[in-house]
């Protein structure tokens, strides 16, 4: 299995930055190249794409909303992914989640490994 832990959601005025991050851990990330993406849900919302990075670090996808503004990256000595989150503004408001596969999807249906999600609400 693969355990993912979210960290680093808060409160930001807009056109602040905030970076989450998420800590990947157990057997299956392990032993597997697997890809690692960010989606966000605000209430009453669907689960949305965000962003997206290979095991390797030489792809990477951004949801047409965040280009320009947010930037994927991971360390892979730490099993962790990031995500630099700048100019933020209200509509970025939800829960953040980041997401474990071996392939790489713009649908949350696509990914079978989730982490429990960090709190972003950005203030107008």
């Known amino acids: 299995q693969v355990q993912l832990v979210e960290s680093g959601g808060g409160l930001v005025q807009a056109g602040g930055s905030l970076r989450v991050s998420c800590a990947a851990s157990?057997?299956?990330?392990?032993?597997?190249?697997?890809?690692l993406g960010w989606f966000r849900q605000a209430p009453g919302k669907e689960r949305d794409f965000v962003a997206a990075?290979?095991?390797?670090?030489?792809?990477?996808y951004y949801a047409d909303s965040v280009k320009g503004r947010f930037t994927i990256s991971r360390d892979n000595a730490k099993s962790t992914v990031y995500l630099q989150m700048n100019s933020l503004k209200p509509e970025d408001t939800a829960v953040y989640y980041c997401?474990?596969?071996?392939?790489?999807?713009?649908?949350?249906?696509?990914?079978?490994?989730w982490g429990q999600g960090t709190q972003v609400t950005v203030s107008s």
């Open positions: 997401a474990a596969d071996g392939r790489i999807g713009t649908k949350a249906g696509q990914w079978d490994y």
């Open positions: 157990g057997p299956t990330f392990s032993r597997n190249a697997m890809g």
């Open positions: 990075i290979t095991w390797s670090g030489s792809n990477r």
